[in-house]
Nanobody
């Protein structure tokens, strides 16, 4: 059964850090781009970051550039989102999703259940 499972969320103070993990099962992670998305209360879901299948290409939404990094370990079927210098506006449910193919250009077909990130003092 194809699954994506996120973990690593929690409550953190502004300026703090979290590392989210997305563990894939039921398919070979090597062939697919993986994206991270978030949805804040009352807002639409937005794309945060994406990494190509090889890890050689990454993209970030402007609001997280310089603060977030994305990496993947295909041997562990895991993609990570390292979030530093967190701000209250980073609060939301974070989801990972599988791209249609190896590139961060198209849509996404499978989604995880999400992990809550709350940035508050």
């Amino acid at each position: 059964q194809l699954q994506l499972v996120e973990s690593g969320g929690g409550l953190v103070q502004p300026g703090g850090s979290l590392r989210l993990s997305c563990v894939a099962s039921g398919f070979t992670l090597d062939y697919y781009a993986i994206g991270w998305f978030r949805q804040a209360p009352g807002k639409e879901r937005e794309g945060v970051s994406c990494v190509s299948s090889s890890g050689g290409s990454t993209i970030f939404v402007d609001s997280v550039k310089g603060r977030f990094t994305i990496a993947r370990d295909n041997a562990k079927n895991t993609v990570y989102l390292q979030m530093n210098s967190l701000k209250p506006e980073d609060t939301g449910v974070y989801y990972c999703a599988r791209g249609y193919d190896s590139r961060c250009l198209g849509g996404y077909d499978y989604w995880g259940q999400g992990t809550q990130v709350t940035v508050s003092s």
